[in-house]
């Protein structure tokens, strides 16, 4: 029997068929929290305060004003929903990914369709290694944390 996972915590009983899919949905809830109140304030405060016409028009200044807050946005939600899932699930490698790498995966797929006819290129394709990198950022942060 596994522990809750602090000290002196009472062991756990069989926890049924469902837990492991009420795993997962503690994970995703996390995961949407984090990434709508990041993608909030990076509109407040990115797109309304430092973003300009000038500033966008150049690859770098799309870059740093938004691809590297939507890394960063996606990288939080990938760590905070591998950080929820919970033992013994998250010693699962396919279950774990599936925890942490869903709701990216997901507001990605959401947002490709919602701005398919206004998508450029570059967009398609920046806004793709942007979600490779976020989630790649969050798992190993959440990995680094594990082994620590």
Not at 31 to 56: C, D, I, K, N, P
């Amino acid at each position: 029997m596994t522990r809750y996972g602090y000290p002196g915590a009472p062991a756990r009983r069989d926890e049924g068929r469902g837990a492991g899919v009420l795993a997962l949905v503690r994970a995703w809830a996390a995961g949407v929290v984090v990434l709508v109140f990041t993608e909030y304030v990076q509109a407040t405060v990115v797109y309304e305060h430092v973003a300009t016409a000038s500033r966008m028009e150049t690859f770098g200044g799309r870059l740093l004003l938004i691809h590297l807050p939507n890394a960063v946005c996606i990288a939080l939600a990938a760590w905070a929903a591998a950080r929820i899932h919970g033992d013994p699930y998250r010693y699962s490698t396919p279950r774990h990914l599936t925890a942490a790498l869903t709701v990216p995966v997901a507001a990605q797929l959401l947002n490709m369709a919602v701005q398919w006819e206004q998508l450029a290129f570059e967009g398609l394709l920046m806004s793709n290694a942007v979600l490779v990198v976020g989630c790649v950022v969050g798992c190993a942060a959440d990995r680094l944390q594990e082994d620590g």
